[in-house]
Nanobody, 121 residues
Framework: QVQLVESGGGLVQAGGSLRLSCVAS????????MGWFRRAPGKEREFVAA????????VYGDSVKGRFTISRGDAKNTAYLQMNNLKPEDTAVYYC??????????????WGQGTQVTVSS
């Protein structure tokens, strides 16, 4: 079992930056891939980014490529999402996700509670 806790959401103007953090706990939390999904009001859940358990492989959604960067902390139980050049369409609840297997855009088994990101125009 892996528990995920996100932080770092908030309100920012278009063009600004935010950094989200996700801390994983559990017996083998450091051996899990970690990633981020988001859901905007009235829209389906969208893949944002994922990083392998080693930190060597990353995958990004098309809408955030070149603006967002996912990384892991040295202890491997924390994942960060650096979001630059934010746009109003990035407004959503962002969820941390974790799982095993080959890294992909599919969600893993574990979810955080979500953190709200609001970008004003």
């Amino acid at each position: 079992q892996v528990q995920l806790v996100e932080s770092g959401g908030g309100l920012v103007q278009a063009g600004g930056s935010l950094r989200l953090s996700c801390v994983a706990s559990g017996r083998t939390a450091t051996e899990y891939n970690m990633g981020w999904f988001r859901r905007a009001p009235g829209k389906e859940r969208e893949f944002v980014a994922a990083i392998s358990w080693s930190g060597r492989v990353t995958v990004y959604g098309d809408s955030v490529k070149g603006r967002f960067t996912i990384s892991r902390g040295d202890a491997k139980n924390t994942a960060y999402l650096q979001m630059n050049n934010l746009k109003p369409e990035d407004t959503a609840v962002y969820y941390c996700n974790s799982g095993t297997g080959v890294i992909s855009r599919r969600p893993g088994d574990y979810w955080g509670q979500g953190t709200q990101v609001t970008v004003s125009s």
